[in-house]
Nanobody
Framework: QVQLVQAGGGLVQAGGSLRLSCAAS????????MAWFRQAPGKDRTFLAT????????DYRESVKGRFTVSRDNAKKTVYLQMTSLKSEDTAVYYC?????????????????????WGQGTQVTVSS
């Protein structure tokens, strides 16, 4: 049974920073793409950032480019999301996601339906 276990998050003032981590446990596969999504109250879960298997390619939602950085350590089976210059609109529950198969088209990286493993979610609250 593969699990993604998230850590980090919490309450931070606007302009502050947080780092989220997501570690695979159990019979963890060598995941292909990994990603971060977030879900604000009453809204859909939306794409934030993605990283390829070797970490060589990353992509971000436009609103977080330059502020968020996704990285991964395959030896530790962990993906990270470093968040800086946080804004009140970043308040949401953050989820990591992983895919155990290779995506065929680039648009797959942005679609939550394409990921088959999910972390438990962690709350990030940014106070203004």
């Amino acid at each position: 049974q593969v699990q993604l276990v998230q850590a980090g998050g919490g309450l931070v003032q606007a302009g502050g920073s947080l780092r989220l981590s997501c570690a695979a446990s159990g019979r963890a596969a060598s995941f292909y793409a990994m990603a971060w999504f977030r879900q604000a109250p009453g809204k859909d879960r939306t794409f934030l950032a993605t990283i390829t298997r070797d970490g060589g390619v990353t992509d971000y939602r436009e609103s977080v480019k330059g502020r968020f950085t996704v990285s991964r350590d395959n030896a530790k089976k962990t993906v990270y999301l470093q968040m800086t210059s946080l804004k009140s609109e970043d308040t949401a529950v953050y989820y990591c996601a992983a895919a155990d198969r290779l995506f065929e088209v680039s648009s797959d990286y942005y679609q939550k339906e394409k990921y088959n493993y999910w972390g438990q979610g962690t709350q990030v609250t940014v106070s203004s």
